[in-house]
């Protein structure tokens, strides 16, 4: 079964397909194979890693409301944009003084609106995020971070309770740590190497990136991986610079930045001729 998965970046398109009663529909997969281009291997290599690999995404809105008013009476208010501006440089310190450091993971504010006009104090400010980690405990402490430094804020402020800032965890849009099943990671390691040569298939590290492939072989409460996954890595970047770039010790612009410049037909070639490989080999 080939799968063309809607809604990758946003994290919620295997759950939506799920939901539509893919395998009920299609047939239920053995064994899942994926692949993803990548900023940090030059195109026409690829790597795989077993175990967990990828982190897990939580997508989270926080509302700082205020009392609106003119710019030149900020004593009548009280400006939800300062108070935004607290509370985005206090929430960098859950991961940097809440969170256990070998337990890695990451705060980060991708959005942020409020306000009409210059001279005037919004009512309110809202800011979007996605936070990354690897455990249950880790992503934990963070929601409890984010509620608590709200709650703190709105109490500072000395707001009425009907102007306390709100924490909205977006449960449809976010996704469980990646893990790659060991066994099957190495049995198609070895099918690439095979395909590709050896020194095409070259070794990777864990992400704090995210990606919901995994869910496809997850139990419907994603508490547990019911179905074996290998979701290997596609090299993209023009080799040449690549080893320029390693060489200076600086990473080529990656993926989601207006300046990622893959190498697009070595990419694509490689990535047919990779999963075209590794599904006929598991097939027989």
Same mark, same amino acid.
């Given at each position: 079964?080939?799968?063309?998965?809607?809604?990758?970046?946003?994290?919620?398109?295997?759950?939506?397909?799920?939901?539509?009663?893919?395998?009920?529909?299609?047939?239920?997969?053995?064994?899942?194979?994926?692949?993803?281009?990548?900023?940090?291997?030059?195109?026409?290599?690829?790597?795989?890693?077993?175990?967990?690999?990828?982190?897990?995404?939580?997508?989270?809105?926080?509302?700082?409301?205020?009392?609106?008013?003119?710019?030149?009476?900020?004593?009548?208010?009280?400006?939800?944009?300062?108070?935004?501006?607290?509370?985005?440089?206090?929430?960098?310190?859950?991961?940097?003084?809440?969170?256990?450091?070998?337990?890695?993971?990451?705060?980060?504010?991708?959005?942020?609106?409020?306000?009409?006009?210059?001279?005037?104090?919004?009512? =309110?400010?809202?800011? =979007?995020?996605?936070?990354?980690?690897?455990?249950?405990?880790?992503?934990?402490?963070?929601?409890?971070?984010?509620?608590?430094?709200?709650?703190?804020?709105?109490?500072?402020?000395?707001?009425?309770?009907?102007?306390?800032?709100?924490?909205?965890?977006?449960?449809?849009?976010?996704?469980?740590?990646?893990?790659?099943?060991?066994?099957?990671?190495?049995?198609?390691?070895?099918?690439?190497?095979?395909?590709?040569?050896?020194?095409?298939?070259?070794?990777?590290?864990?992400?704090?990136?995210?990606?919901?492939?995994?869910?496809?072989?997850?139990?419907?409460?994603?508490?547990?991986?019911?179905?074996?996954?290998?979701?290997?890595?596609?090299?993209?970047?023009?080799?040449?610079?690549?080893?320029?770039?390693?060489?200076?010790?600086?990473?080529?612009?990656?993926?989601?930045?207006?300046?990622?410049?893959?190498?697009?037909?070595?990419?694509?070639?490689?990535?047919?001729?990779?999963?075209?490989?590794?599904?006929?080999?598991?097939?027989?």
């Amino acid at each position: 079964m080939i799968v063309g998965q809607p809604s990758e970046e946003t994290i919620d398109g295997a759950r939506a397909m799920l939901a539509d009663h893919l395998y009920e529909r299609f047939g239920h997969p053995d064994k899942i194979i994926a692949l993803h281009d990548t900023n940090l291997l030059p195109a026409g290599s690829v790597g795989i890693l077993g175990g967990a690999t990828q982190a897990s995404s939580t997508s989270i809105d926080v509302v700082i409301r205020g009392i609106g008013g003119h710019g030149s009476a900020p004593q009548a208010g009280r400006d939800p944009v300062t108070l935004a501006a607290y509370y985005i440089t206090q929430i960098q310190t859950i991961v940097s003084r809440e969170e256990d450091p070998q337990d890695p993971s990451v705060v980060t504010v991708g959005t942020i609106h409020g306000g009409t006009k210059r001279n005037i104090i919004p009512d =309110e400010v809202k800011l =979007e995020l996605t936070t990354r980690s690897y455990s249950d405990k880790s992503r934990q402490v963070i929601i409890d971070g984010l509620k608590q430094f709200a709650a703190g804020l709105s109490l500072s402020a000395n707001l009425p309770v009907d102007k306390a800032a709100t924490v909205t965890v977006l449960a449809d849009e976010s996704t469980p740590a990646e893990y790659n099943d060991p066994r099957l990671s190495d049995e198609v390691r070895g099918i690439l190497v095979k395909t590709l040569g050896s020194d095409h298939v070259l070794p990777v590290q864990k992400l704090m990136s995210s990606e919901d492939v995994g869910v496809f072989g997850m139990s419907a409460d994603l508490k547990r991986n019911e179905i074996p996954v290998a979701y290997f890595r596609l090299g993209a970047m023009d080799p040449e610079k690549l080893a320029a770039a390693e060489a200076e010790g600086k990473h080529l612009p990656g993926l989601h930045t207006s300046r990622f410049e893959p190498l697009p037909g070595l990419t694509i070639a490689t990535g047919v001729r990779a999963m075209s490989a590794v599904a006929t080999a598991l097939l027989q």
